[in-house]
């Protein structure tokens, strides 16, 4: 028998145990494992029923994404050996009853599908989650689950890519049983049962009931599509799932099948497949660290401090609170340590006031935060998280006072979003404890967490950072040290290219219409409000002594600075605000024009594509610096960044690998001319134009 699928029976049934850690996934030969299993079960007179199973901590999680390149160029057709396994399962005159566990996803709910029963553990979720992947269900999903629940919640199901508990699966008709004791037990006394009872197998193929007149209150096909054209922007997988589960209600099964097997075959073809199966792998590589043994001790984190308690204080102490963690919150005096807890209160009093908490957690959370003036309260904190004004001089005061007053083997963080860890750990003893854990704002939901290392941070603080990111419920991305580390060095020619295109004649509203268009969360001017002109304009003054003074600087930031218009927090930069919402300010666009014509710039009209390749192209073309100067570990390292920290679309598959899926010698190409026309702050990078001659990738590398 097959190593993936092993065969064995108990009182007169045959039991399938899928054997493919750590996910068993249907990966080449596993379907044919099941294949073989099932022929020998029928061939035996002495076999009543079927059960199938995984072995392991999950049932099957869908089918191997590590061979869909493959399946894509065509050398391999794992669908369609899927497919016919499971009309040979469905076609077995022997009951088969799938017994589920962990998780049942993509191919693997597919397959319980085919079953004719269904049995789970209490704790079993089942999803078709292909659309996460830029696919459909390719194996009779979308055909099998709404002949079982009903068209609009298998759309809903198909679209979403939501995980249903048993509870609800049981519900809607997934599945049959919640199985209690033990699952495997549970699974073969239901094919003993049926068997006994002579039950006719149950094909899913041939129910038609919940087709006609399974409709519930989800949504209905067209108006899903609706809502997800606005909330998955720019993705075209979730429309194509609804097309495809629409087909259960024009088209017999075989037929809508063959449709079904053509949109998966066209998704899996799309750059956008490609982008997001790069993101899926990508947030699992960014977790190990080359070099990093995986056996390294971790230092205890069960208590911690953050000192300052302003907007990105509070935000992380909130982190650490969601994950159980006690907090101390330090603040310079009681006025805004006050204003933190205040916050950080209303925070939770709005998630319990939305059912998101109950009265209980609520009181929980806030009895682990501890607000403080005194150093001497920190002394039992196993990490310390430094998140006062960015400032240089104050940064080294703090680290000395934090290394005072921490326990030896302490870790001292910083919340920095550019400075120099080096320097930082300079001000303390113990620079191996010193690390840089850059969040987001609002800390509290951003999922990136980005880590910085210093020369001399140790392995086990690397480490334990790594492994805390993950207790945090953030996705980590481990850096090295320059300035602005690498989400925030990228960002600056991003925001640098979107000024010098205002000053040369586009206006804020297109330039941010142009990105958004593009797919990202928002568009560069409004996120410049959003993060403050304030905290641009000082940062820029923190190392305007080091920028040469022949380059173009922009020139409208500083005047808005002058303003007092410092964004979303003044209700007036870029735009004016009215509440959050921003409009367009006439008064900015006069100034944006008369700066232009002061300066001498020259003026003109662009459409969107240019927009997009200046503001874009000047992303990649550092990203490719941040890896020759090793940054960035790898480029899938910049696009999770990207992605989890900076609103980059998933679907396009962080800015790397849009520019492999663009193509490099396209990108170099313009680059060049843009570099011919605007200067040196375009030379284009080393890594680019290698990369455009070779034909590589960024991804290969
Ligand atoms: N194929 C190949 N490898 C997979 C996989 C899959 N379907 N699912 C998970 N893995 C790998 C991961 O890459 C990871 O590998 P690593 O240890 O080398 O990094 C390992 O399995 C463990 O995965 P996680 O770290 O994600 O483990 P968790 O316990 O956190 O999560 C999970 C488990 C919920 C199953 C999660 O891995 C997941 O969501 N997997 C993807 C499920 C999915 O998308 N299925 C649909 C596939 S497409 C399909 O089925 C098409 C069909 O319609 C024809
Ligand atoms: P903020 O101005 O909202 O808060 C800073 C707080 O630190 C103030 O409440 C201040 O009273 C307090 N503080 C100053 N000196 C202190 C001391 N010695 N002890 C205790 N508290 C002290 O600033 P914000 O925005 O929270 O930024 C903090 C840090 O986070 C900066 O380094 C910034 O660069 C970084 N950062 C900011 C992001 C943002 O979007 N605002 C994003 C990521 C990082």
Not at 527 to 533: E, F, N, R
Not at 674 to 689: I, K, N, V
Request: aromatic share 6%; net charge negative; glycine share 10%.
């Amino acid at each position: 028998m097959s190593d993936l699928v092993h065969y064995s029976t108990q009182q007169n049934i045959a039991v399938l145990t899928i054997d493919n850690p750590p996910v068993n996934a249907l990966s080449s030969g596993v379907p044919e494992g099941i294949e073989a299993g099932l022929k020998r079960a029928l061939a035996d007179d002495s076999i009543v029923g079927i059960v199938l199973i995984g072995e392991g901590r999950t049932f099957i999680a869908g089918a191997d994404i590590r061979e869909f390149g493959r399946m894509a160029s065509g050398q391999l057709a794992v669908t369609d050996t899927l497919q016919r396994v499971l009309t040979a399962l469905e076609d077995s005159p022997k009951p088969v009853v799938a017994a589920l566990h962990g998780t049942a996803l993509g191919g693997g709910l597919e397959t319980a599908m085919a079953c004719h029963w269904r049995v789970a553990m209490p704790t079993a979720r089942v999803g078709q989650p292909e659309v996460n992947l830029g696919l459909i269900p390719g194996a009779g999903g979308t055909q099998r689950l709404p002949r079982l629940c009903g068209i609009n919640r298998a759309a809903e199901i198909c679209a979403t890519g939501r995980m249903v508990g048993a509870t609800e699966a049981l519900e809607m008709g997934v599945l049959d049983k919640i199985v209690e004791g033990k699952l495997l037990d549970g699974g073969i006394d239901f094919a003993l049962d049926q068997a006994a009872q002579g039950n006719p197998p149950r094909k899913v193929r041939e129910l038609q009931d919940r087709l006609d007149h399974g409709q519930d209150s989800s949504p209905a096909p067209e108006q899903l599509k609706q809502l997800l054209a606005h909330k998955s922007r720019g993705m075209t997988a979730p429309q194509r799932c609804i097309e495809a589960v629409e087909l259960a209600g024009t088209l017999p099964f075989d037929e809508a099948l063959k449709s079904e097997g053509e949109i998966f075959r066209e998704c899996l073809q799309s750059d956008q497949s490609q982008a997001l199966i790069h993101i899926f792998f990508g947030e699992r590589i960014v977790a190990k660290v080359p070099g990093l043994p995986k056996d390294l001790p971790h230092r205890t984190i069960e208590r911690a401090a953050v000192i300052g308690a302003g907007t990105m204080g509070t935000g992380i102490a909130m982190t650490y609170l969601n994950a159980g963690i006690p907090v101390v919150l330090k603040e310079i005096d009681s006025e805004p340590l006050q204003r933190g807890v205040e916050r950080i209160r209303s925070t939770y009093e709005k998630a319990r006031a939305k059912g998101r908490i109950s009265a209980e957690q609520f009181d929980t959370l806030l009895a682990l935060l501890t607000p403080t003036t005194e150093y001497g309260d920190l002394a039992n904190a196993d990490i310390l998280v430094e998140a006062v004004f960015e400032g240089m001089d104050l940064k080294k005061r703090v680290f000395a006072e934090m290394d005072a007053v921490a326990k030896p083997s302490a870790i001292l963080a910083s919340n920095t979003s550019t400075l120099d860890i080096d320097e930082i750990a300079s001000a303390t003893s113990r620079p191996e404890s010193v690390i840089g854990h850059h969040f987001f704002s609002p800390a509290n939901i951003m999922k990136l967490l980005e880590i910085v290392r210093g020369q001399q941070t140790s392995d086990e603080v690397i480490a334990t950072s790594m492994g805390l990111a993950r207790r945090l419920k953030k996705v980590a991305v481990l850096v090295g040290n320059c300035f602005g580390f690498l989400g925030n060095r990228m960002f600056e020619p991003y925001l640098r290219e979107a000024q010098f295109l205002l000053e040369e004649g586009a206006t804020v509203e297109q330039v941010d219409r142009a990105l958004h268009n593009f797919g990202m969360a928002m568009g560069p001017l409004a996120v410049s409000d959003l993060a403050g002109i304030d905290v641009s304009w000082r940062i820029r003054e923190e190392i305007k002594d080091s920028i040469p003074a022949d380059i173009r600087h922009p020139l409208v930031l500083p005047k808005l600075y002058e303003l007092g218009r410092y964004g979303q927090k003044t209700s007036a930069g870029w735009y004016r605000y009215d509440g959050r919402t921003p409009v367009a300010d006439p008064e900015v666009e006069n100034l944006i024009v008369q700066t232009g014509l002061d300066a001498g710039i020259e003026q003109r009209t662009f459409d969107d594509q240019e927009i997009v390749e200046r503001i874009i192209y000047a992303l990649i073309n550092e990203g490719a610096r941040v890896l020759t100067d090793h940054i960035a570990q790898r480029s899938v390292d910049i696009d999770i960044a990207y992605v989890y920290g900076y609103g980059f679309p998933a679907w396009r598959g962080g800015p790397m690998k849009h520019g492999d899926l663009t193509g490099l010698s396209k990108i170099c190409q313009r680059v060049e001319e843009f570099h011919q026309q605007h200067g040196s702050l375009w030379e284009p990078a080393p890594l680019l134009q290698e990369l455009s001659k070779s034909g590589g990738t960024f991804s290969e590398n």
